[in-house]
């Protein structure tokens, strides 16, 4: 394996590093204090006025994996994942890029799979910046770290489907910008594979029956002006041709949605905490505590070490299983990302912990990253399947495999 940066990378690096530096720290404090200030689901002016400036770096779309032109340069996971890295120091830098989550899922979804005119319709606005996008898997009145539970209904009535249910943690779909959702839903409730049951379907955002019954918060955090809302479909109606690649399909287009965007995850994660293991050590030594540095306190040695230690350690996994994914697909990775998956999120919670003590009283409040940077990170031990599922997958996986080695 070789991870060393190639010479396209570097150079993207040092834009991104110096469009950081230049655009996106110093302007932390003025993004929250503008969406706290105005229409909370509306796209705050510090973005509207980065973007251009973005796109004009050539910074723009690092995520997609086909080459559009000048809408996107057309990289691998190996060679995003320490771009997504650096965005991921910062909550809300992604989106500067156009580089955020849901969307970034779903402009995947609709390259891999879209028809032309659902491309056309959908896929471009949303590589153009232009409008943004839900993802509407999870149930509430269902557990949904297993999908085969969700109870959404998409029948088929003429040329159009008909759906009716209940969605939440649908990322993106308070903002004003949302214009469409990729449902998942069931079109064949009694088939006879559990897996084949599902399918997924496009639905404008201002469709009639479409309401968003409420925005949902995480330890308080609304992360707008995105937000995740609850959404109800009260018969909804849509065109058959919204359906992704044809019924049944669902579990197969879940798949290869999630797996790139696991590992996207996991990288924002370990920027993170990068960003908290520095602002910890510079702590440390800034700080005097019983008449000296707290950097002299040996617990607090212990615990930067343990940060860089473990930090580097998620890094590594992650890029092989990024470099993995690159050779042979989500499937050949599906071990890989399972364990980055359990290991990123709680390292980066586990780093950011000590942070906030390292802290003190000032780690739990608004003047620094770190308490809504935990927030998010404690989130994506849910998020895209909780940790105890990929645990029990991965440990599926593994038993089978070494069962069948000689004794």
């Known amino acids: 394996m070789d991870f060393e940066f190639s010479p396209k990378v570097q150079e993207l690096r040092k834009r991104l590093l110096a469009f950081m530096d230049e655009f996106i720290y110093p302007n932390e404090a003025l993004f929250r204090e503008q969406v706290d200030a105005g229409d909370r689901w509306a796209e705050p002016a510090i973005l509207e006025e980065l973007k251009p400036r973005a796109q004009e770096a050539g910074l723009w779309n690092l995520f ?11 990289l691998t996971v190996l060679e995003y994942a320490p771009l997504a890295e650096i965005m991921g120091r910062v909550l809300w830098a992604s989106e500067v890029f156009n580089c955020s989550a849901p969307d970034t899922g779903n402009m995947e979804v609709l390259a891999r799979y879209g028809s032309p005119a659902q ?14 996008s839900a993802f509407c898997m999870t149930e509430p009145d269902v557990a949904s770290s297993d999908a085969t539970n969700i109870q959404t209904s998409m029948v088929l009535e003429g040329d159009e ?11 993106g779909a308070c903002g004003h910008r949302c214009k469409v959702y990729i449902v998942m839903g069931k079109t064949d409730p009694d088939h006879a594979s559990r897996y084949h049951q599902q399918s997924m379907i496009l639905v404008p955002a201002d469709t009639d029956g479409v309401s968003v019954e409420r925005p949902l918060r995480v330890f308080g955090y609304d992360d ?9 479909f009260d018969k909804v109606r849509v065109p058959a041709s919204n359906i992704l ?8 287009i879940a798949q290869g949605r999630l797996g790139p965007g696991r590992i996207h995850h ?23 505590a019983f008449g000296r540095p707290l950097s002299k306190q040996q617990s607090v040695r212990e615990g930067i070490a343990l940060s860089a230690c473990e930090i580097e350690q998620a890094r590594l996994l992650t890029l092989k299983a990024a470099e993995r994914m690159d050779k042979g697909g989500t499937k050949a990775a599906k071990d890989l990302i399972a364990m980055i998956k359990i290991v990123a999120p709680a390292m980066a919670c586990t780093v950011l912990d000590r942070a906030i003590q390292i802290h003190g009283g000032a780690g739990v409040c608004q003047d620094f990253f770190l308490a809504h940077a935990y927030a998010a990170a404690r989130t994506i031990r ?12 991965l440990g599926r996986n593994l038993a089978a495999a070494y069962a069948q080695l000689p004794d």
């Open 119 to 132: 491309q056309e319709q959908w896929l471009q606005p949303l590589m153009r910046g232009e409008i943004r």
């Open 382 to 393: 849910l998020a895209d399947g909780p940790d105890q599922v990929h645990m029990m997958q």
């Open 161 to 171: 489907y008909v759906i009716n249910g209940r969605k939440w943690w649908s990322s």
């Open 224 to 232: 707008a002006p995105e937000g995740h809302a609850e959404v109800v």
């Open 266 to 288: 996991c990288m924002r994660l370990i920027g993170l905490a990068q960003r908290a293991l520095e602002a910890m050590s510079a702590r440390a030594e800034s700080r005097i």
């Open 64 to 74: 997609l994996p086909q080459s559009y032109g000048d809408l996107s340069p057309g």
């Open 245 to 252: 690649l044809g019924e049944g399909r669902g579990f197969e």
